[in-house]
T-cell receptor, first 116, second 108 residues
């Protein structure tokens, strides 16, 4: 069974640009949640999507947005990038929704975003 | 506003049991306690979760205090592969907090 796939694995962007990250969940999983991991703030919840609907959102500015498609694949977009957005962005999939996408969730290896 | 308190780091000898504690005094009565771990250069990995009574699975055991304000993850025989950062994550309403976790070092 294929795991959670995140693309790209590494990305370098310039301040002010926007970026789109992709996450393909495990087949049959309908919940996809996104997290940001930085050395200073640790792992922080961004949002969760279930059946194409955002179920819960963390405390991030509106520059961070996401969506989920009918095949459960999800994208996360960050507009007007800032240096502080440099982080590892992780996606997790789960067969059910708990509002936060946890329970037994399966994480991808993440996308390392560097903003210069 | 930290929701959990875990030791920053712990050490264990290989093949010995490890008890990883977590305090979550603000947890509400219906919130599950999750434990995840993150190996170097990988995404977090589910370990176990529970509500009130103790839980066991092939990876670990979870002991939950009667008042639910603390829990302990028990690895019965630590292996080198268990070296990771362990996160205790109580779900409090619609928010949760990963915290800084406990970095476990396993000594051969």
């Amino acid at each position: 069974k294929a795991g959670v796939t995140q693309t790209p694995r590494y990305l370098i962007k310039t301040r002010g640009q926007q970026v789109t990250l992709s996450c393909s969940p495990i087949s049959g999983h309908r919940s996809v949640s996104w997290y940001q991991q930085t050395p200073g703030q640790g792992l922080q919840f961004l949002f969760e999507y279930f059946s194409e609907t955002q179920r819960n959102k963390g405390n991030f500015p509106g520059r961070f947005s996401g969506r989920q498609f009918s095949n459960s694949r999800s994208e996360m977009n960050v507009s007007t990038l800032e240096l502080g957005d440099s982080a590892l962005y992780l996606c997790a999939s789960s067969p059910i929704s708990t509002g936060t996408g946890l329970g037994e969730a399966f994480f991808g290896q993440g996308t390392r975003l560097t903003v210069v | 506003d930290a929701k959990t308190t875990q030791p920053n780091s712990m050490e264990s000898n290989e093949e010995e049991p490890v008890h990883l504690p977590c305090n979550h005094s603000t947890i509400s009565g219906t919130d599950y306690i999750h434990w995840y771990r993150q190996l170097p250069s990988q995404g977090p990995e589910y370990v176990i979760h529970g509500l009130t009574s103790n839980v066991n699975n092939r990876m670990a055991s979870l002991a939950i205090a009667e008042d639910r304000k603390s829990s302990t993850l028990i690895l019965h025989r630590a292996t080198l592969r268990d070296a990771a950062v362990y996160y205790c994550i109580p779900r409090t309403g619609n928010q949760f907090y990963f915290g800084t976790g406990t970095s476990l070092t396993v000594i051969p």
